[in-house]
């Protein structure tokens, strides 16, 4: 509509107004574009939200300003702006900033605008797969024509972390396993070369999920063959021996030498190695020069990766299948050894016979069904998704949904003197092991220009200032050992509905974490840094961060996100306990497994997909050894 691109383009002439190097105007056809594409890959409920949004933020300053926001004199339109994205309010400044997460990136998304900033726009257009790795074809169904009967041994429920690896681990040792997943192949040319378009067809909602709370938190999760492996930043850490023993007290002690016996076959076969000093750059420089002043313990972090070379992109697929990601390595294998995939197709009850699982049914966008009659079911959907799924087909433990953790992560953006060029980095690449004790894990980040803009959560000309020293910058977070506070919904529908309070023992370590960091940019040399708190983003100097973080703030003024649901249908020693027995078998519908993160009791204070895919392979020798395999 033209009123709503009148809107769109105002609201980005006020939010990153032209500065020195910044200079050309906003092209209306490619930002009507962009936020066309993000809203019709959101869900109907949360598209209505956002273009609700742009039209209470065009007719609220009638109220304030005696006229519409679009028609506003530019000078008055900026301040009214800034007024609202920084308002002492949370609400309004929590309604605010998300209209701008969808106006940001589709501003900075422009080839033009990137240029200006010093960013090589289109540097990944032509770049080649290191070995090109195709799904055999013949073993692959997209969508379904009509409604499809088939018969298999198992049927697998998820392509990710857990999914891929038991269909592969069956498969391989002679299972017919029927794959299905709800999402499609990533398409070659899309990989880590457009990081909206991996958003919004690689992402489950086009990346709006969202745990509402205390602060509201986004949790982007994968929704493509290879699930969340596909678009994680490869990070491959052992469950800590630590939570291990935790693990145990709990009564949950598994066998030691089994477990490592399945890190090892999982970290073989994906390529689990310390990211080599010439894949470092950017960031982790300045973050090793930062510690290095500090006396603090930092290196190399273990990645799955085969012929990487640094394409900086792994949060929106890999463009040279250097990472190894399941859609390259567990998908494939696991057609290669027989087993089928049906792609497109939604997971939505299961088939039932003399009180245990005999299959399960699925329906694809167009209507049809597939209905797959097996002997074993594997859940493997996710510590989100999943929740509805095991809903849905009767699991009613009092533990579905709840206990969920998140590992909440924030980061601080620095301002260096010298050139960084943060994308010639390894995303998640170098890390400071010290703090694990204290339920912190610092890893490395840097995204591309549409997302850096996001990262910075204030408006105007201090904001365009800060895009056009984009090659100054460097990032560096952390993410927290959560308390289980988190617990998902299910509503009518299946539709999930996330709710989570940040526990206070977790703000304490936020701050914690963020005045390490503070101190470490400022020891490597930073002009200023920005917090992830509202109000009080901008310091010049280790003493104003102190104070910013000494005082005491709302945890709505935070600025979060999130990566690793875990919990939400837990293993336990006790049906008492937990949604599934340590076989990871439902203790209600025999013959129904769930490997996923949802299983994980704890949260690790690591990136879990290697505890994740350590448990699928356990799981699948437990499963073909109830087969007779």
Known sequence: MPIEREILLALVLATAPPGERLDADPDPDHLATQVGLVLASMPRFERSGVRTLFWVFEFVSVLARGTRFSRM??????????HLAESRFSLIRLFARLLLTVVKPAHFAHRVVQAQMGYPAGHLDDVEPVRPISL?????????????????????VGSGAGG??????????????????AGYP???????????????????????????????????????????????????FRTPAAVLDRWAREGLAFDRGHLDACFDRVESRIKVQPVPDHL???????????????????????????GCQQSGMCPFGCPRDAKQSTNITYVPWALEAGARLHAGVRATSLIRKNGRVAGVVGRSES?????????????????????????????????????LTIHPGVKIVAQMPEVVNGWADTPQGYGLPGFFDEGLMFEGAFVPPEYTAIALPFVGRAFTEVMEAYPHLAMFGFMVADQPVGRIHVLPGGKTFIRYFLHKEDQHRVKRGLGILSELFFAAGAERIFLPIAGREEQRSLASAQAALTGRFDPMALEMAAFHP??????????????????????????????????????????PQITIMGLATRAAETIAHRLGS
């Open 73 to 82: 004199e530019p000078k008055a339109r900026d301040i009214w702006v800034i």
């Open 136 to 156: 055999k074809a013949e073993h692959v169904t997209i969508g379904l024509e009509s409604d499809t009967e088939i018969r298999c041994q198992v049927a697998v």
């Open 164 to 181: 891929a690896v038991v269909a592969c681990e069956l498969a391989e040792r002679g299972i017919d396993v029927v794959l299905i997943e």
């Open 186 to 236: 990533a398409e070659r040319k899309d990989m880590g070369r457009d990081a909206g378009h991996a958003l919004r067809t690689m992402y489950q909602d086009g990346a709006t999920t969202l745990a509402f709370g205390r602060p509201s938190i986004p949790i982007p999760i994968g929704r493509t063959v290879g699930g969340t492996t596909t678009i994680n930043s490869g990070t491959c």
């Open 280 to 306: 470092l750059g950017g960031s982790s420089t300045v973050v090793a020069r930062g510690a290095e002043a500090l006396g603090l313990e930092h290196g190399p972090l273990s990645r799955n990766i085969d």
């Open 367 to 403: 209507g049809h069904s597939l209905t797959v009659h097996a002997d074993t079911v594997v859940s493997a959907c996710g510590a989100i998704t999943g929740v509805s799924f095991l809903h849905q087909v009767g699991v009613r433990s009092r533990h579905l949904g709840r206990h």
């Open 566 to 607: 875990l919990g939400s249908s837990r293993m336990s020693s006790v049906s008492r306990k937990g949604v599934v027995d340590p076989e990871l078998e439902s203790w209600e519908i025999p013959g129904l497994y769930v490997v996923d993160g949802g299983v994980v009791p704890t949260a690790l204070g690591v990136n």
